[in-house]
């Protein structure tokens, strides 16, 4: 990674240290509640450091001016900005539903005109917590030092790695055609790493404590406001992997007006590069549609069998992991602790904004898979 500017590199040590102390000094006063959702009103000279120390930061970048000496430099003040603001609405200083603009004009600033730069939205994103989370002497970026929420992270990056390995054997099929004799290897690549993923939200699930998750982990991911536009929380499928496996499978198609606006909706929320990728493989005829054309002339082949067979077990295992999503994780981690929540609590309480369930109703359908919600 390139060097940050100092002031940069000031913002991103304040972020790995007195951010994140403060942000867990708040969650465990508020998790020693009997209403563990009550927010406002608690800990508020806390909160007043937080805003304060992070305005100092944001205020020594924007009089730097060109904030970015490269993409990952912008990309690190683009997430250390984006984690202050979300910490901020986590916290209840600032709330879309009952305000027109952020409140912090500064930081809004700051957040656009990196973002602007990167072609990304401008707040964090999955990459800034996950893939491009870079460690610094074993600690990388995080709101709080919550072991439950340490273990969000690596489990959520070892599962979104996972699906990029079985994208990149399913994007290398391409090229090589679909009744290549070495496509097996390629299937059988995909296929491990599918089971990989599945491997690491059963590990997730027997370990991650649902009240702690959903108490002091998922508010961190509510939309907020930049400027005037409220933009949706980080989501964990916000990386071309997923839709490239939709797509080159055949399960969805760019075409269909509903999964195309949900590319578009995510394109902003993705890293460059990602948004590339996209659109590269959206240009491409699924394994499913070359299977079709070579079926009626080939489909007593024995090259046709196996592969078609491989191409079936691939997803059969991509079904099994949106399956475990929904009935396991979303189930116990989302669906269940809201039903208990006051109804004063409920709005609001998802990271994509509309309501849970909306939400519910769209992951059950197999249109929406996320680690988090």
């Not at 940069?8 to 951010?19: E, L, S, T, V």
Request: charged residues 20%; aromatic residues 10%; contains cysteine.
């Amino acid at each position: 990674m390139k060097p940050f500017s100092q002031r940069a590199a000031a913002f991103d040590h304040w972020i790995r240290g007195a951010f994140v102390e403060m942000n867990t000094e708040l969650e465990q006063l508020y998790f020693a509640q009997d209403d563990r959702a009550r927010v406002e009103g608690v800990g508020e000279s806390i909160k007043s450091m937080l805003r304060d120390e992070g305005h100092a930061h944001v205020l020594a970048l924007l009089e730097e001016g060109n904030t970015g000496d490269g993409f990952d430099s912008a990309f690190g003040v683009l997430g250390s900005v984006g984690l202050y603001l979300g910490a901020l609405r986590r916290h209840e200083l600032t709330n879309p539903a009952r305000e027109q603009r952020s409140p912090f004009p500064e930081a809004s600033s700051l957040a656009m005109h990196v973002g602007a730069s990167l072609g990304m939205a401008p707040r964090f994103s999955t990459g800034h917590l996950a893939t491009h989370n870079f460690a610094v002497a074993g600690v990388r970026k995080s709101f709080t030092s919550l072991p439950d929420e340490l273990l969000f992270i690596d489990e959520n990056t070892r599962g979104i790695l996972a699906l990029q390995r079985a994208a990149d054997a399913l994007v290398r099929i391409v090229p090589i055609g679909v009744s290549s004799p070495v496509a097996d290897t390629l299937f059988e690549s995909a296929q491990q790493a599918l089971r990989d993923v599945l491997r690491f939200n059963e590990r997730l699930l027997a370990t991650l404590d649902v009240e702690r998750f959903f108490f002091s982990v998922r508010p961190y991911y509510k939309p907020y406001r930049v400027g005037r536009q409220e933009y949706r929380g980080a989501n964990a499928g916000d990386f071309a992997g997923i839709n490239e496996i939709d797509l080159l499978l055949g399960l969805c198609r760019a075409s269909d007006p509903y999964y195309s606006q949900l590319l578009v909706d995510k394109m902003l929320f993705m890293l460059p590069q990602e948004q590339a990728r996209l659109r590269d493989c959206m240009t491409h005829r699924s394994l499913l549609d070359e299977l079709l054309l070579l079926a009626p002339a080939h489909s007593g082949s024995d090259w046709f069998r196996r592969n078609a067979r491989l191409f079936l077990g691939t997803c059969e295992l991509f079904a099994a992991y949106a399956a475990q999503h929904h009935d396991l994780l979303v189930t116990r981690f989302i669906e269940g602790p809201a039903r208990q929540l006051e109804a004063r609590h409920l709005q609001g309480v998802t990271a994509s904004g509309p309501p849970l369930p909306v939400l519910l109703r769209a992951a059950e359908a197999g249109t929406l898979r996320l680690l988090w919600v």
